[in-house]
């Protein structure tokens, strides 16, 4: 039996790729930063790629659709033990971030882990125990 593949620390909803695909088709590259500043409660914010400048502190959960999601170093801490699903909603963006479509914005929700799901200490990545 072959050992399961990396379990992904993002993903997102089919709502979700199709808004990352025209934003990307209109814009060029887009990236997600996941915010947890007072401001924007705890959003999943989209920028152009390259308009918020990533720290040492930031840590990059991994792609969706092909675009970059990131988080800080001690919101990831927190949430370590979940998966994020980067998802859509209705109403208009907060903040700065970039519109998930007409009357739309991007949503984060999570859940956790199983616990066949181990995760390596390694930022960013995530690795299956078999039990």
């Given amino acids: 039996m072959s050992e399961p593949g990396p379990v992904a620390r993002v993903v997102a909803t089919p709502a979700a790729l199709e808004a990352i695909g025209v934003l990307r ?3 060029g590259p887009v990236m997600f930063f996941q915010s947890g500043g007072c401001c924007d409660g705890s959003l999943p914010l989209c920028f152009d790629d390259g308009e918020l400048i990533i720290g040492d502190h930031d840590v990059l959960l991994g792609l969706v659709g092909g675009c970059p ?3 800080d170093s001690r919101q990831f801490e927190a949430w370590k033990h979940t998966q994020l699903i980067l998802g859509v ?9 970039l519109p998930a479509g007409e009357d739309r914005h991007f949503v984060t929700t999570s859940r956790v882990f199983a616990p066949d799901e181990s995760l390596s200490e390694d930022r960013g ?3 299956r125990r078999i039990p």
């Avoid at 909603?89 to 971030?97: A, H, K």
């Fill in 125 to 127: 990545r995530s690795t």
């Fill in 89 to 97: 909603g209705v109403g208009g963006p907060e903040g700065f971030s």
């Fill in 69 to 71: 999601f990131y988080i």
């Fill in 25 to 27: 088709a209109q814009r």
